[in-house]
């Protein structure tokens, strides 16, 4: 039999004369495995060619000719020094995600745990360079994961903050002593009252003029913390579902007209209120630090009523881009808001966040299951649901799918990114442009490494999903003392 061409030079031809000419050169070369190099004319797109070439698609590598101008790279907007391509494949620092979903299956959330050491390093040093006296906590509910909560404590980078007893027992199953735990829940039950009163040590926020009372009852003459309603909030591209305080009136802490009530029954269980809680929001970037100043200038007027304070506590809430037109949080201008506020007033300042140290570190790893067109649309399908990363499905934030080992000589085409769950809401990204997909590639979902794996759900029964935390720092880069004392809440 002749041999096919090197290259299969098509351009200049229609889709459908393309086709035929790829088909007469698999018929040529039948009974070999070398693939068909294809050089396509601006007319043709891959993915249409190889849907009209159905199982002959596989054998097809669409190439640039010597002179041609390459396809354009996709959106790059989220690569970073430890997160990018090497070799044409998607790294995590030094992890090849390509090999690594070949090794431990998928679904996987890749979490690297260096990645969120730097996050909580940054936070640390800008409130330092402010002149603001604080501690910080790791928001756990963001992600609970038994290998990241040990890895942050053996290091000492920071205390958690938990909002459930069932967090508060992880924590301490983890290796977290009471003293480097925060707790601010809601919604308190008569079990969780009991649970809180055996740790007196415990820094306990209440948010609820109820639970004061009863947790006053249960353990008279304690040091407590308040939740406060400044009803000034913010959130992601302003979303309602990610403010915590407004205009709306929520179920979160105690508002102005409420203090004195409060100061009432503490007084009754001879409680002293040592610290003010807030948080007004989840995912506030740079465009939302108005709002975020207005919500502090707010609690200050709460300042005054409790005459013990030694902390504020101003939750977390710091995000992470979603898009390419979003822009890292500045944590100078964040910090300086903080220090203008609070510093100077002899207030520690206590800050949770979650997203900020783990979203961005973290990823989901899937498979294509199939590639198909149709009508108007071509569908992407993906091994993982919405069920096991809610946050785009509930609070509309953006999700980045993205070729793990893209074929960039192949071109790119628009696709529905969706999962397999059988829900009109599984959709990761709708037309979202992309590398050429099929069956069996790999594609990562970026920012799954907060608020993914913890709020997982086991709709459909579809919620198995392997997790790897990446440990290549050095074993020895632990903070001196000093920095822990900063840091670490103890």
Same mark, same amino acid.
Request: glycine share 10%.
């Given at each position: ?41 601006? *007319? ?40 990018? +391509? ?13 090999? &690594? ?70 924590? &301490? ?42 947790? *006053? ?37 105690? +508002? ?28 506030? &970037? ?32 710091? *995000? ?171």
């Amino acid at each position: 039999m002749d041999a096919s061409p090197a290259i299969l030079d098509c351009r200049g031809l229609p889709p459908a004369l393309a086709v035929l000419r790829i088909k007469q050169a698999a018929i040529t070369s039948q009974g070999t495995d070398t693939p068909l190099r294809v050089v396509l004319g601006a *007319g043709c797109e891959p993915q249409d060619i190889s849907d009209a070439l159905a199982d002959i698609a596989s054998r097809v590598r669409y190439v640039i000719a010597d002179g041609d101008t390459g396809p354009a790279a996709p959106s790059s907007w989220w690569q970073r020094d430890d997160l990018r +391509y090497h070799g044409g494949r998607l790294h995590l620092g030094g992890t090849d995600l390509e090999e &690594l979903a070949g090794q431990v299956g998928t679904p996987t959330y890749v979490l690297r745990a260096s990645r969120v050491r730097d996050n909580i390093h940054r936070v640390a040093a800008a409130l330092s360079h402010a002149g603001v006296e604080h501690r910080i906590y790791y928001a756990v509910k963001a992600n609970r994961s038994p290998a990241l909560l040990a890895y942050l404590r053996t290091r000492d980078l920071c205390g958690v903050d938990v909002c459930s007893t069932g967090e508060l027992m992880h924590v &301490l199953g983890c290796g977290f002593p009471v003293e480097a735990i925060s707790y601010t829940g809601t919604s308190l039950s008569a079990r969780d009252i009991d649970v809180l009163s055996r740790f007196p040590g415990l820094r306990v926020n209440v948010d609820s003029l109820s639970s004061l009372a009863r947790l *006053g009852r249960a353990g008279p003459g304690r040091e407590i913390g308040l939740r406060i309603n400044p009803a000034v909030g913010v959130g992601y591209q302003d979303k309602e579902l990610l403010t915590y305080s407004g205009a709306a009136t929520t179920k979160f802490g105690i +508002y102005p007209e409420h203090v004195d009530e409060a100061r009432t029954i503490a007084e009754q269980w001879q409680l002293r209120v040592v610290r003010l809680h807030m948080h007004v929001g989840c995912g506030y &970037l740079d465009g939302q630090l108005g709002q975020l100043a207005a919500a502090f200038d707010a609690a200050g007027e709460f300042l005054d009523a409790f005459a013990d304070l030694r902390e504020i506590n101003l939750g977390g809430g710091l *995000g992470v881009p979603h898009t390419a037109t979003d822009q890292p949080l500045d944590l100078t201008v964040w910090a300086d808001t903080i220090a203008a506020r609070f510093a100077g007033r002899g207030l520690r300042v206590a800050v949770e966040p979650g997203d900020y140290f783990a979203k961005d570190a973290g990823l989901l790893l899937t498979t294509v299951t199939s590639v198909e067109q149709r009508r108007e649309v071509r569908f992407a399908g993906l091994d993982a649901g919405f069920n096991l990363a809610m946050e785009p499905a509930f609070y509309g934030l953006p999700c980045e799918p993205v070729a793990v080992a893209p074929r960039w000589a192949e071109g790119e085409c628009t696709y529905t990114v969706v999962g397999n769950i059988n829900e009109t809401l599984d959709v990761w990204a709708a037309e979202h442009r992309m590398t050429l997909l099929r069956e069996g590639d790999r594609v990562a979902l970026l920012n799954a490494g907060g608020y993914a794996a913890s709020m997982r759900s086991d709709h459909c029964l579809r919620g198995a999903a392997g997790e790897v935390l990446l440990i290549d720092d050095d074993p020895a880069d632990r903070p001196q003392p000093a920095a822990r004392r900063a840091i670490g809440g103890q």
